[in-house]
């Protein structure tokens, strides 16, 4: 079975390319079979994660001048390189990334604008679908989207069966996020899509990664009521609250956590995560 997840949030900057890259290449190093997706197309960057320059770009895939094929970009060699030995030799990771370019966005939304162009659209990401499931046998495609309610995330979130709500903790908009969940949402869970709230870069928790043991700081976590309440308040389930860690919010240049220092306690998170059974495959 493939599990195909979408990270979305109502505001930017909430960890959404972070937890994706970095889900999506543990997943890889752990032997699985993975297609990471860059639908932020508006602000695309996977390459500040994943360093590459594509030929064909996801851009080119929706304006009919590439395959499927030629757009998702094995990447199974950046994994490995970072990994450093441990990595499971039955993983791969294809990544289809985003243009950045002004005038390649603009050429997308211009596409888009055209007469019956969006249910074609829509025909592009399903089939998409189809083909990382066929094709490529993927066992996860993840899927990174634009903010708030934009075309390109909620094609993003009509392909995907399980939706992640980002947050981050401290600068919530509470009021539009519960009536974006409410109003959006809904029509993809009655469809039978699950959606879960993950809260990141919850406060209070910034201590040296050496201290501690990840697993008494989320369970410290989970129990707090604070995060029960926004929990109900918005109306879905918590599945993870990452603490926010300094190294990773100040670091100049992303990086791979989960890859680089596995031991970090945002790696134990994010395995944790991966093994919900809401997410396993
Ligand atoms: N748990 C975390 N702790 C500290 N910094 C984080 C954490 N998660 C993400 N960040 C940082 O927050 C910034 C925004 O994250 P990003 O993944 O780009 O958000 P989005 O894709 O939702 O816009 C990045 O600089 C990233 O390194
Ligand atoms: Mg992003």
New binding site residues.
């Given amino acids: 079975m493939t599990r195909c997840i979408a990270f979305h ?1 109502y505001k ?7 937890i994706a890259s970095n889900l999506a290449s543990m997943l890889a190093a752990k032997g699985y079979r993975v297609a990471l997706l860059d639908f932020d197309v508006y602000a695309p ?1 996977m390459q500040a994660y994943f360093d590459y320059l594509p030929r064909k770009w996801i851009n080119d895939l929706l304006s009919d001048n590439a395959e499927v094929n030629d757009v998702m970009i094995d990447t199974t060699s950046i994994v490995e390189k970072y990994a450093k030995g441990s990595m499971n030799k039955d993983g791969r990771l294809w990544i289809g990334y985003s243009n950045s370019k002004k005038e390649e966005v603009y050429k997308l939304e211009g596409d888009a604008g055209k007469p019956n162009a969006k249910l074609q659209i829509l025909r592009k990401f399903m089939h998409l679908r189809e083909e990382l499931i066929s094709e490529f046998e993927s066992d996860f495609i993840i899927i990174d989207t634009s903010p708030g309610i934009r075309y390109w995330s909620i094609n993003s979130l009509a392909i995907a069966d399980t939706l992640f709500l ?1 947050l981050k903790f401290g600068d919530l908009d509470i009021e539009g996020t519960k009536k974006m969940a409410s109003d959006m949402y809904g029509s993809f869970t009655r469809f039978g899509a699950k959606s879960y709230l993950l809260l ?2 919850v406060a209070g928790y910034c201590i040296p990664h050496s201290v501690g043991s990840a697993h008494s700081i989320s369970s410290e976590m989970q129990q707090n009521d604070e995060l029960d309440s926004l929990s109900r308040e918005v109306g879905m389930e918590l599945i993870s609250a ?4 300094c190294d ?2 100040f670091k100049r240049k ?1 990086f791979l956590t989960v890859l680089e220092f596995p031991e970090h306690p ?1 790696a134990k998170q994010l395995e944790e995560l991966a093994a919900n059974k809401q997410i396993k495959v």
């Fill in positions: 949030s930017g900057g909430t960890g959404k390319t972070t960057s980002t990141n870069r990452i603490p926010c860690y990773i919010q992303e945002f």
